[in-house]
């Protein structure tokens, strides 16, 4: 094994535009997969490449004996487009360090993070080449188009890992470079888009009006309907599955290093939307939602236009918690939408994906929790690794966004993960000037090499 650079190797990693949404970056895509699994040969492991409709996923085993424990690291090698180009000081896939921090896009999300793991991995096995420790890596290349290919992964291989006894994402962030937060839930996700249709055309409105139900007001009044006045979604059945929020929850939160004239200038808005009994940066994390993410209809140039227009359409999408079911959510907030839909008007409804929310509950948190002795010993190790090398122990939160393919990971192969995020706000992901903080990545790399050497120590 030739041990790399770690900080070489992801400014090389960063030079591959590995944008997987866009065909143009065919190349781009390829090179980055084979660069990473040429990494990870290097090591012992033995890669497979996944075909799958679009970007093969790298399935790649260190496989050291019968018995013997076993983890899963999950990260993904696609980028986000990195447009508007002209925002970036520096090209985004032309990897620049300036004041300790390296530039490019990907290199938070989730390049660096994935360079992290590896990095951690070399120095251990280079001092212990017989380490103890089975493991498993998938690398996917669709995160960023929603992990489309992942489901019929999982039917394939999800047997196989099953067999792991836990996984390590670093996939979420923290809120500053010396505060990292462990993840320990993440939102779900549910997708539709209705349409209401009145006339065949738009109809003019002196001569038709008041007599012809207008879509734009019947979408308003189904709209208006499905919140209630505290801000609470007023669909039947919506709230089964969430739970209640423990102690340890609204304590951790209070260690978070942001307070909220902090969080309102950050967001520049004059106040905060206020939902019962919880404060923004709870409600983010413990409530479930339903927002209304576009909506349109009728005349949108300049002036006015007297008609009645012939359709209207509006796209919605919940976050869930909890045991919240993504499908059951879907049906519950569709039978609401045609319940509630006027007469005069037909309805139309797209449904769009969803995703089932994922939580794993700290073992030291909680004692009403079962969870194995394996994923208990992961939590300490990587809480005492975390503390050593930061100086200070995780945060212990849930987050707002969502990453279906872990719920799945949890659903399909029965794994549950520890998510070490190593990214924070000044990170600008998915957006221009992406970069990576150099001292954390080295901290991190220190923290997980920490970790992965007791994980193999025999037991
Ligand atoms: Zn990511």
Redesign the pocket.
């Known amino acids: 094994m030739k041990n790399f650079d770690p900080l070489e190797t992801l400014i090389s990693y960063l030079r591959f535009p590995s944008v997987s949404t866009d065909k143009e970056f065919h190349e781009g895509m390829k090179d980055a997969r084979n660069f990473v699994g040429g990494l990870l040969e290097n090591m012992g492991f033995s890669v497979e490449l996944i075909e799958t409709e679009c970007h093969p996923v790298i399935l790649a085993e260190r496989f050291v004996g019968e018995d013997l424990p076993h983890i899963v690291l999950y990260g993904?090698y696609d980028v986000q487009p990195a447009d508007p180009l002209d925002l970036w000081d520096s090209a985004a896939f032309e990897p620049e360090i300036r004041n300790g921090r390296i530039y490019g896009r990907g290199s938070a999300?989730?390049k660096g993070p994935t360079i992290v793991h590896m990095s951690a991995l070399q120095e251990v096995l280079s001092e212990q080449p017989d380490l103890a420790l089975n493991i498993t890596y998938v690398i996917e290349g669709e995160?960023?188009m929603g992990s489309p290919s992942m489901p019929k992964f999982f039917d394939r291989y999800s047997e196989r890992l099953s067999k792991a006894d836990m996984m390590f994402v670093s996939?979420t962030g923290s809120p500053t470079t010396d505060q990292i937060v462990i993840t320990t839930a993440l939102r779900g996700l549910v997708e539709l888009e209705i349409k209401v249709k009145g006339p065949k055309s738009d109809l003019h409105s002196g001569i038709y009006g008041g007599a012809v139900y207008n879509p734009l007001h019947a979408l308003s009044e189904i709209i208006a309907s499905l919140h209630n006045e505290d801000g609470s979604v007023n669909i039947p059945g919506f709230y089964d599955g969430v739970s209640k929020i423990e102690h340890w929850e609204r304590d951790e939160l209070k260690r978070y290093p942001l307070n909220l004239e902090e969080y309102q200038s950050m967001l520049e808005v004059p106040g905060f939307y206020e939902p019962r009994g919880f404060s923004p940066l709870e409600a983010v994390r413990f409530e479930p939602t339903l927002e209304i993410n576009g909506m349109g209809g009728g005349y949108q140039g300049e002036g006015t236009k007297t008609i009645i227009p012939s359709e209207a359409f509006a796209k919605i999408t919940c976050r869930l918690v909890a045991e919240q079911k993504g499908d059951e959510v879907q049906n519950h907030v569709i039978k609401a939408i045609e319940e509630r839909c006027p007469k005069g008007v037909k309805l139309e409804v797209r449904r769009g994906c969803f995703a089932n929310a994922y939580s794993v509950i700290p073992p030291n948190k909680s004692e009403a929790v079962e969870c194995s002795n394996f994923l208990k010993n992961a939590f300490s190790v990587t809480d005492l690794a975390i503390q050593k090398q930061f100086g200070k122990s995780p945060l212990y939160l849930r987050e707002g966004g969502s990453i279906p393919v872990i719920a799945d990971f949890k659903n399909r192969a029965g794994l549950d993960a520890i998510m070490v995020g190593l990214f924070t706000p000044e990170d600008n992901l998915h957006a221009p000037n992406e970069s990576f903080d150099i001292e954390l990545m080295q901290k991190a790399t220190a923290t997980f090499a920490d970790i992965f050497r007791s994980l193999g120590e025999p037991r």
Request: hydrophobic residues 0%; without cysteine; proline residues 0%.
């Open positions: 993904h999300d989730n995160e960023e996939d």
